[in-house]
């Protein structure tokens, strides 16, 4: 196997020319940091409910300040439309993550070959003379074997996965928070298009004592282009 300094067999040569950076994570088990993902709206709320915070009881009063403004014109079918799509890309996402969550916190212990054991010797490991039928067997004939060797594909599988295990723990973290920022976001949507229906359905011309809306025109406000009054 190629040790190179680019490796990541070997995360704590990463510095060059023989320096050695320690991996700070090595050998934590950070799978408390692996959120769990779920979709909480089965539904899309309705724009003609009430926006998060408002107050149904309109006890806030009419305010003076209303500030200079042009018409505003929002395409609500557009933005729920934009809104299920997102949603539904991100039931896809949530669900894919998930699944890979599950995947990688049920085999991190075991896929890199941490429990990889050498049951049995080699013919070179039985001492010139002695013939055995099956190596390693417990009898009169075995006592002539040197030592079992430690395990070099089990001990490199430890390693490996003392750094690997929390790089990965930390991926699926900041995938999870990802996607708790998009849930965040389509909420953001949705409570817009709750608020600007909000503001048109109180958006009203005043009534005077038999309910009739009081249109005040003044000619005065009226403004035309370049100055000029149109002909009479």
Same mark, same amino acid.
């Given at each position: 196997?190629?040790? $190179?300094?680019?490796?990541? +067999?070997?995360?704590? !040569?990463?510095?060059?020319? *023989?320096? #050695?950076?320690? &991996?700070?994570?090595? /050998?934590?088990?950070?799978?408390?940091?692996?959120?769990?993902?779920?979709?909480?709206?089965?539904?899309?709320?309705?724009?003609?409910?009430?926006?998060?915070?408002?107050?149904?009881?309109?006890?806030?009063?009419?305010?003076?300040?209303?500030?200079?403004?042009?018409?505003?014109?929002?395409?609500?079918?557009?933005?729920?439309?934009?809104?299920?799509?997102?949603?539904?890309?991100?039931?896809?996402?949530?669900?894919?993550?998930?699944?890979?969550?599950?995947?990688?916190? $049920?085999?991190?212990?075991? +896929?890199?070959?941490? !429990?990889?054991?050498?049951? *049995?010797? #080699?013919?070179? &490991?039985?001492?010139? /003379?002695?013939?055995?039928?099956?190596?390693?067997?417990?009898?009169?004939?075995?006592?002539?074997?040197?030592?079992?060797?430690?395990?070099?594909?089990?001990?490199?599988?430890?390693?490996?996965?003392?750094?690997?295990?929390?790089?990965?723990?930390?991926?699926?973290?900041?995938?999870?928070?990802?996607?708790?920022?998009?849930?965040?976001?389509?909420?953001?949507?949705?409570?817009?298009?709750?608020?600007?229906?909000?503001?048109?359905?109180?958006?009203?011309?005043?009534?005077?004592?038999?309910?009739?809306?009081?249109?005040?025109?003044?000619?005065?406000?009226?403004?035309?282009?370049?100055?000029?009054?149109?002909?009479?």
């Amino acid at each position: 196997m190629v040790q $190179s300094e680019h490796s990541p +067999i070997y995360p704590g !040569d990463m510095g060059g020319s *023989g320096s #050695s950076t320690p &991996d700070p994570d090595s /050998g934590k088990d950070l799978g408390y940091l692996v959120p769990t993902v779920t979709v909480a709206w089965n539904s899309i709320p309705s724009f003609n409910d009430p926006p998060p915070g408002a107050s149904s009881s309109g006890s806030g009063g009419d305010s003076t300040d209303v500030p200079a403004v042009p018409p505003i014109k929002v395409d609500l079918t557009a933005m729920r439309g934009t809104e299920e799509s997102m949603l539904s890309a991100c039931r896809a996402a949530t669900s894919a993550y998930e699944n890979l969550a599950h995947r990688t916190l $049920s085999v991190k212990d075991t +896929i890199f070959g941490q !429990d990889h054991v050498d049951d *049995g010797y #080699s013919q070179a &490991d039985i001492v010139v /003379g002695q013939v055995l039928e099956t190596a390693g067997e417990p009898d009169s004939v075995t006592q002539g074997l040197r030592p079992k060797p430690a395990d070099p594909i089990g001990q490199m599988g430890k390693e490996f996965a003392a750094s690997m295990n929390p790089a990965m723990e930390k991926v699926l973290w900041m995938m999870g928070n990802s996607l708790e920022l998009v849930g965040e976001y389509i909420a953001a949507i949705n409570s817009t298009g709750q608020t600007y229906s909000e503001i048109d359905r109180e958006s009203k011309f005043p009534v005077d004592s038999i309910g009739k809306p009081v249109v005040v025109f003044d000619p005065s406000t009226i403004h035309y282009g370049h100055g000029v009054p149109p002909r009479g």
